[in-house]
Nanobody, 115 residues
Framework: QVQLVESGGGWVQPGGSLRLSCAAS????????RGWYRQAPGKKREMVAV???????RYVDSVKGRFTISIENIETMVYLQMNNLKPEDTAVYYC?????????WGQGTQVTVSS
């Protein structure tokens, strides 16, 4: 089992920035990738950014050039730096960790972008 705890969400005006953090604990030695997903009201959960143990990253097209995923260590902290936020970025953001075919999720943190 892997436990994940997010922090750093909140309200920001369009064009602003936020940094999300996610701490992992438990069976962290088996983690193969970490990621951030989001779910807006009435929409399906979507992948925002993923980083693999080898360092490779993937982003959804809508956040490329604005968001950056980074880690201190794949087994401990992962961050999502979000710049130039837009109202369409409003969602609950979930931290993810994968250990092979098994996915673990945090409780989610709300990000609201509005004027």
């Amino acid at each position: 089992q892997v436990q994940l705890v997010e922090s750093g969400g909140g309200w920001v005006q369009p064009g602003g920035s936020l940094r999300l953090s996610c701490a992992a604990s438990g069976a962290i030695g088996r983690i193969s990738s970490r990621g951030w997903y989001r779910q807006a009201p009435g929409k399906k959960r979507e992948m925002v950014a993923v980083i693999a143990r080898g360092g490779g990253t993937r982003y959804v097209d809508s956040v490329k050039g604005r968001f950056t995923i980074s880690i201190e260590n794949i087994e401990t902290m992962v961050y999502l730096q979000m710049n130039n936020l837009k109202p369409e970025d409003t969602a609950v953001y979930y931290c993810n960790a994968a250990t092979g075919p098994t996915a673990y999720w945090g409780q989610g943190t709300q990000v609201t972008v509005s004027s």
